[in-house]
């Protein structure tokens, strides 16, 4: 008998390692197949770009993804090319192709959400946004409501051993767009952090046309560190909201990063975070462990987001960080999925409200200042989540023209988008206070937003109501 059993161990070690020397041939082929098709693709961003056509519609990545070396490329092709549509999203740097091309004869640029360099585009008429809920995009390019693109441009990691490319900081709706294009080029930048992912983060080479490289920092957004009276105000109020086991959602600015200073230096514990955006502030609430995800009823202990923007301290820490997790933007923002998780708490920016509920948080009359994004998306969603809480917060007043005015206000400015109509309307929150308008009247949301207001306003306010027939004798202002 142990005889025989030495002989079987034997002939089982014999035969692990020769699984094992298989798989690692076939890794090293695999590698060497790789290698010879990757080699075959590279391409100059100059001779990539020479695919497009007049014509064309034509995809950039995302965000922090904007592939620069690509842009330049078709920057050059100015007077070669006619009638070229390009759509991004909110790019980080300012696009090459509107600077070289002015007067729109080859390239016109478009974008689902104005960064600060789009916006000073559209200012010239150089950049025009493109409407739409942010989780309905990846649908609208599969169902052919997008013009499907004839090529996809997009930024990515290097490939690894097994031939796929990562997406990056910006999973957003790269593989719907890769789906429906005629062409791919990838951008190859050793400097992007893998980011690892719940689904359709990578593409693999087999997938892809062309390949071009070029090595660079990702644009950063430093982190706020000025924050004014009336950001910490709406933030004291909004960490009173706050339970142990919360599931949290919050963009970038003064505010939300008040709020997770607050929360990093409280008592809470056991937070999940389920996100359009990953931001630098996140990472101290982690590494605070703050924020586990333990009571998470989905991607429970990961942090859930389709795209990041910060610090390059953000980049470094999601490359290859198992408590992240990076979903297309139809499933991050998905309502019905963001209800699933318990006490989802969503907190979002406005630019003014009026006395009836109706938000406006993206433009101010004609000028487009950013775009809807997800608030609608996961207003609906922290609506329906069990313990859920929807938040859209501002400070009650701004400076405009060197004048102090109230962000409360009788009407939205004539041709300001409506982001979340007054349906929906969660509650609001600014420095004085916090109101509950779903379910509310309409003479009794204009008394409960008045008081939000600055006391200086509040007068007008009042009298602007009883104009619009929305105030009782009941009404009353503390």
């Known amino acids: 008998m142990a005889g025989a059993f030495q002989i079987r161990s034997v002939a089982g070690v014999v ?8 798989i690692a041939t076939r890794k ?10 990757y080699r075959n693709k590279l391409r100059t961003p100059e001779e990539a770009v020479k695919v497009v056509k007049s014509g064309d519609w034509v995809f950039m ?7 620069q070396a690509l842009d330049e490329a078709l920057s050059k092709r100015v007077g070669e090319v006619h009638d070229v549509m390009v759509r991004s999203v909110c790019a980080t740097v300012s696009p090459k192709i509107c600077a070289a091309d002015p007067e729109k004869k080859s390239f016109t640029y478009m974008s689902g959400y104005l960064s600060g360099h789009e916006r000073k585009l559209g200012e010239k008429g150089l950049c025009y946004y ?15 409501n997008m013009y499907p693109p004839d090529v996809a441009m997009i930024q990515t990691t290097p490939p690894d051993n097994n031939g796929y490319f990562n997406f990056g900081t910006s999973v957003s709706y790269a593989r719907a767009t890769c789906e429906k294009a005629k062409t791919i080029i990838l951008e190859v930048n050793d400097q992007v952090p893998w980011v690892l992912g719940g689904e359709q983060e990578s593409i693999h080479i087999s997938e892809v046309d062309y390949i071009v490289e070029k090595s660079y920092p990702l644009p950063q957004l430093p982190p706020t560190n000025t924050e004014t009276e009336a950001e910490r105000a709406i933030a004291s109020i909004l960490i009173e909201e706050i339970e142990d086991g919360s599931c949290l959602q919050f963009g970038i600015g003064g505010m939300p990063n008040t709020i997770a200073k607050m929360i990093a230096d409280s008592d809470l514990k056991n937070l999940g975070i389920h996100s359009e955006m990953a931001t630098t502030s996140y990472i101290d609430l982690i590494l605070k462990g703050k924020v586990n995800g333990s009571m998470k009823n989905i991607d429970r202990y990961k942090t859930v987001f389709t795209f990041a923007m910060g610090t390059q301290q953000l980049y470094d820490f999601l490359d290859r960080n198992p408590s992240f997790a990076s979903y297309p933007v139809d499933i991050t923002n ?15 920016n406005t630019v003014e409200i009026d006395l009836l509920g109706q938000i406006s948080s993206e433009s101010s009359g004609t000028r487009q200042i950013s775009g809807t994004g997800g608030q609608v998306d996961f207003t609906m969603g922290a609506s329906q989540s069990k313990g859920g809480k929807p938040f859209i917060c501002m400070s009650s007043t701004t400076m405009h023209g060197g004048k102090l005015t109230s962000r409360i206000v009788p ?6 988008a409506v982001t979340c109509p007054r349906t929906i309307a969660p509650t609001i929150v600014t420095e004085y206070g916090k109101a509950q ?3 509310k009247s309409t003479f009794k949301r204009a008394e409960m937003l008045i008081e939000l207001a600055h006391p200086d306003f509040r007068e007008d306010l009042i009298k602007a109501a009883q104009a619009q027939n929305i105030w009782t004798r009941t009404n009353k202002i503390s």
């Open 15 to 22: 035969l692990v390692v020769a699984i094992f020397w298989a």
């Open 130 to 144: 493109i409407p739409g809920n942010y989780s309905a995009s990846p649908t609208n390019i599969r169902n052919g």
């Open 437 to 439: 308008l779903t379910g």
């Open 28 to 37: 090293k082929e695999d590698g060497i197949l790789y290698a010879n098709e």
């Open 334 to 348: 998905n309502p019905n999925r963001i209800a699933l998780n318990d006490k989802q708490i969503a907190i979002n």
């Open 411 to 416: 009407s939205i400015k004539t041709f300001s």
């Open 61 to 67: 990545s995302h965000f922090a993804m904007f592939p």
